[in-house]
């Protein structure tokens, strides 16, 4: 099968382990809203994964969800996950950002094994992201919460209408939802 991409129901709260094993032709997932877990090489070996927009309820990455996603650049781990297993995302050779919005993530030994020395983790001062960067070798830069591109996880730089929200922002007019601006 060449499956390419996968919009799921917000229905489904459990998905299995390996589900997407191997499944190189996918591009693009739609996870469904209220999953809680990204399940163990769930996507492992799926090189030709652009993007992913994990979850706001999603607590936990496991063991090589995402090893071996060479197409992945940039991932954005919301405030909601807590743990990131072992080798969540090892040889991810092409990823360059990884935005940890949670100040006190528990990440697991060897999380970004062989993703290149272009490996820019964004994070909280103080963070558990931020020693676990240094203790690996990682650049790191803190986050600016004020900035709307670093605040909202739908909101990215270089988007025409960046400059529209941060004016509402700024000015307290609207304050999105949550990790959204929506």
Same mark, same amino acid.
Request: charged content about 20%; hydrophobic content about 40%.
């Given at each position: 099968?060449?499956?390419s991409s996968m919009k799921m129901p917000n229905n489904i709260?459990? *998905?299995?382990?390996?589900?997407?094993d191997g499944c190189s032709d996918l591009k693009e997932v739609d996870l469904p809203d209220y999953m809680t877990l990204i399940p163990t090489r769930m996507f492992y070996n799926c090189k030709n *994964?652009? @993007?992913?927009?994990?979850?706001?309820?999603v607590t936990a990455i496991q063991s090589e969800a995402f090893s071996n996603c060479s197409g992945l650049?940039?991932?954005?781990?919301?405030?909601?996950?807590?743990?990131?297993?072992?080798?969540?995302?090892?040889?991810?050779?092409?990823? %360059?950002?990884?935005f940890v919005m949670n100040e006190n993530a528990n990440l697991g030994t060897e999380v970004f094994k062989n993703t290149g020395s %272009? *490996?820019?983790i964004r994070c +909280?001062?103080?963070?558990?992201?931020?020693?676990?960067?240094?203790? %690996?070798g +990682? @650049?790191?830069?803190?986050?600016?919460?004020?900035?709307?591109?670093?605040y909202f996880a739908d909101v990215a730089v270089g988007k025409?209408?960046?400059?529209?929200v941060q004016f509402v922002f700024d000015r307290e007019l609207m304050s999105g939802s949550g990790e959204y601006f929506n």
């Open positions: 099968i060449k499956l709260t459990k *998905l299995g382990e390996g589900i997407f *994964l652009k @993007a992913i927009e994990i979850p706001s309820q650049k940039t991932v954005r781990i919301p405030v909601s996950v807590r743990t990131i297993e072992y080798k969540a995302f090892a040889d991810c050779g092409n990823l %360059n950002t990884v %272009n *490996l820019l +909280h001062e103080k963070s558990t992201a931020q020693i676990y960067a240094m203790q %690996n +990682h @650049a790191y830069e803190f986050l600016d919460m004020s900035k709307v591109t670093d025409w209408f960046v400059n529209a």
